[in-house]
């Protein structure tokens, strides 16, 4: 009868907290603060940033061809930027409050100020602009674009550099102690480290087999590149001083974007198939996924803020469900 009732418990505990059954026992390494609602967003939404500093939150809303500016203290949207053709990644430079957004349709990138909400410049890369990486230490932003090139320009939007790739970049991470940029190549099924200093490949690493290798983070001090694939659904952890494969775990379908968590050393993965893959880091070799929290299917970008200890997550609309912002905290 004990085991019984133990059952029951187990599984009203998974019910509640969107975990699987044989994780219903475990704490909830997630735990949903509140929402924000964007009532007017329609379609897909794509990257997001963040101004730690005045506490907003930049939404490219690319089906609603905007961009929604979120009060994270008032947990309201207080903006949107319309006209914009396909945005797809954000960038925010909080030394200068300007704000770059890189538009799929028509290949710009275009600056704005963050203040007036003013349209200060178009920089033209031809096609595909998708995601955006500022560099603190040289104050230049670096942007993915077209059949395949990184390009690097200034706050004033001039061009500063091109370094071309044998593919379209998909998420790609800078080293902050160093001068390599690491990409996620899926039309050449790999991964290109970049020097940009030099302004060139420095080498190429496969993923072991899966493909479509879209979203990417980095665990900079351990020296370990993390890389969820599509075809098949599995977290790739790669060794960073020579590329080699040091783990492979199934993971949520369609991930686009994935986020470490230094402190508690766990890995965010999101996935439009419904669902957060959470993996815990045992050390730097060794990795299991610990959770795999129901969201809501087609939700597969967010942003995590160590700063905030804020998981952000973009849901589009659903049904009679507006377009909304969940924001989850870290437990414990």
Same mark, same amino acid.
């Given at each position: =009868?004990?085991?019984?009732?133990?059952?029951?418990?187990?599984?009203?505990?998974?019910?509640?907290?969107?975990?699987?059954?044989?994780?219903?026992?475990?704490?909830?390494?997630?735990?949903? #603060?509140?929402?924000?609602?964007?009532?007017?967003?329609?379609?897909?939404?794509?990257?997001?940033?963040?101004?730690?500093?005045?506490?907003?939150?930049?939404?490219?809303?690319?089906?609603?061809? *905007?961009?929604?500016?979120?009060?994270?203290?008032?947990?309201?949207?207080?903006?949107?930027?319309?006209?914009?053709? #396909?945005?797809? &990644?954000?960038?925010?430079?909080?030394? *200068?409050?300007?704000?770059?957004?890189?538009?799929?349709?028509?290949?710009?990138?275009? #600056? @704005?100020?963050?203040?007036?909400?003013?349209?200060?410049?178009?920089?033209?890369?031809?096609?595909?602009?998708?995601?955006?990486?500022?560099?603190?230490?040289?104050?230049?932003?670096?942007?993915?674009?077209?059949? &395949?090139?990184?390009?690097? @320009?200034?706050?004033?939007?001039?061009?500063?550099?091109?370094?071309?790739?044998?593919?379209?970049?998909?998420?790609?991470?800078?080293?902050?102690?160093?001068?390599?940029?690491?990409?996620?190549?899926?039309?050449?099924?790999?991964?290109?480290?970049?020097?940009?200093?030099?302004?060139?490949?420095?080498?190429?690493?496969?993923?072991?087999?899966?493909?479509?290798?879209?979203? =990417?983070?980095?665990? #900079?001090?351990?020296?370990?590149?993390?890389?969820?694939?599509?075809?098949?659904?599995?977290?790739?952890?790669?060794?960073?001083?020579?590329?080699?494969?040091?783990?492979?775990?199934?993971?949520?379908?369609?991930?686009?974007?994935?986020?470490?968590?230094?402190?508690?050393?766990?890995?965010?993965?999101?996935?439009?198939?419904?669902?957060?893959?959470?993996?815990?880091?045992?050390?730097?070799?060794?990795?299991?996924?610990?959770?795999?929290?129901?969201?809501?299917?087609?939700?597969?970008?967010?942003?995590?803020?160590?700063?905030?200890?804020?998981?952000?997550?973009?849901?589009?609309?659903?049904?009679?469900?507006?377009?909304?912002?969940?924001?989850?905290?870290?437990?414990?």
């Amino acid at each position: =009868m004990k085991q019984i009732i133990l059952g029951v418990i187990l599984l009203s505990l998974a019910a509640n907290s969107g975990l699987s059954f044989a994780q219903a026992s475990a704490s909830v390494p997630l735990k949903l #603060e509140s929402t924000i609602a964007m009532p007017d967003v329609q379609g897909r939404i794509d990257h997001l940033a963040i101004d730690l500093k005045g506490r907003r939150l930049f939404v490219a809303a690319l089906g609603n061809n *905007s961009v929604e500016v979120i009060d994270l203290k008032a947990n309201k949207l207080i903006h949107t930027i319309p006209g914009l053709d #396909e945005p797809q &990644g954000i960038a925010y430079i909080p030394s *200068s409050n300007l704000l770059f957004v890189a538009n799929g349709k028509d290949g710009s990138v275009r #600056e @704005f100020d963050a203040s007036s909400w003013k349209l200060l410049n178009s920089i033209s890369y031809g096609d595909d602009a998708d995601n955006l990486r500022y560099d603190p230490g040289s104050g230049h932003t670096w942007v993915g674009y077209g059949g &395949g090139a990184l390009g690097e @320009f200034d706050q004033k939007g001039t061009k500063l550099a091109d370094i071309k790739l044998d593919a379209h970049p998909e998420s790609f991470q800078l080293e902050k102690n160093g001068s390599r940029i690491f990409v996620n190549l899926p039309g050449s099924r790999k991964i290109d480290v970049v020097d940009r200093k030099t302004r060139t490949v420095l080498s190429s690493w496969g993923t072991g087999g899966p493909l479509a290798n879209f979203p =990417m983070a980095l665990d #900079e001090q351990d020296h370990r590149l993390f890389v969820v694939t599509r075809l098949p659904a599995r977290l790739i952890v790669l060794d960073t001083e020579n590329g080699h494969r040091i783990a492979s775990l199934p993971a949520v379908g369609d991930c686009d974007d994935l986020f470490f968590d230094q402190r508690r050393h766990r890995i965010y993965a999101i996935g439009g198939e419904g669902d957060i893959s959470i993996f815990k880091q045992q050390d730097i070799d060794h990795y299991s996924e610990i959770a795999r929290m129901k969201t809501v299917r087609g939700a597969r970008t967010g942003y995590f803020s160590p700063d905030l200890d804020r998981l952000y997550l973009a849901v589009r609309e659903h049904g009679p469900q507006p377009a909304e912002i969940r924001v989850y905290m870290p437990q414990p």
